[in-house]
């Protein structure tokens, strides 16, 4: 138990760090994105920023979707994304050992 309360800005910030992390961690996932042509009519692959939309195309190739209950269980960015280091691709190659744990 802390001796003294935690200031809501750490809390905050704390939350936006994850945040970060997330997010780069699913920047990974581009080059993928861009080679199964993910990314809608009009948007860049190159600097868009990665969508919920665009992992879902990505899954469906990667036919991860047909799993029992896949989209109620794996329901954000992030958990969508470690499906995809699980899946046996070339992708796991790449993703650095701390981001599958």
Known sequence: MPLHRVPKCAISQTARLDQLR????????????????????????????????ELKELVKHWKLHRQRNFWRENTTKVVVFRQGVVH????RAHVPFALVA
């Open 22 to 53: 997330a997010d780069r961690a699913v920047e990974g996932l581009r080059p993928y994105l861009a080679q199964y042509d993910c990314f809608p009519e009009g948007r860049d692959p190159k600097s868009s920023p990665i969508r919920e939309e």
């Open 88 to 91: 046996p691709s070339p992708m």
